[in-house]
């Protein structure tokens, strides 16, 4: 079984700044991608962004892309999420998940999520 824990989360004005940190724990971590998802009120939860075994690699949604960064640090089973020039539309609860496999394809584990607010 693997807990992923994400922490982080808040209120920011449009423009500012948060880092999202998600604490994984129960399987070998540096093995697997990990990525982030988030989730609108009323819509469907949506790709982030994510990042394969060793951070050589990273993915990002267009909406998000140079704005959000994902990184990892595998000695300490950490994968971050550094967001910047946040806008209301960011406003969503983020997860982070962890995939089944080597590739960036089915995501088999979820966090709880974090609450992002971002008020113009």
């Known amino acids: 079984q693997v807990q992923l824990i994400e922490s982080g989360g808040g209120l920011v004005q449009a423009g500012g700044s948060l880092r999202l940190s998600c604490a994984a724990s129960?399987?070998?971590?540096?093995?697997?991608?990990m990525g982030w998802f988030r989730r609108a009120p009323g819509k469907e939860r949506e790709f982030v962004s994510a990042?394969?075994?060793?951070?050589?690699?990273?993915y990002y949604a267009d909406s998000v892309k140079g704005r959000f960064t994902i990184s990892r640090d595998n000695a300490k089973n950490m994968v971050y999420l550094q967001m910047n020039s946040l806008k209301p539309e960011d406003t969503a609860v983020y997860s982070c998940?962890?995939?089944?496999?080597?590739?960036?394809?089915?995501?088999?584990?979820w966090g709880q999520g974090t609450q992002v607010t971002v008020s113009s």
């Open positions: 129960g399987r070998t971590f540096g093995s697997y991608p």
């Open positions: 998940a962890a995939y089944a496999g080597a590739t960036i394809t089915q995501v088999k584990y």
């Open positions: 990042i394969n075994w060793s951070g050589s690699s990273t």
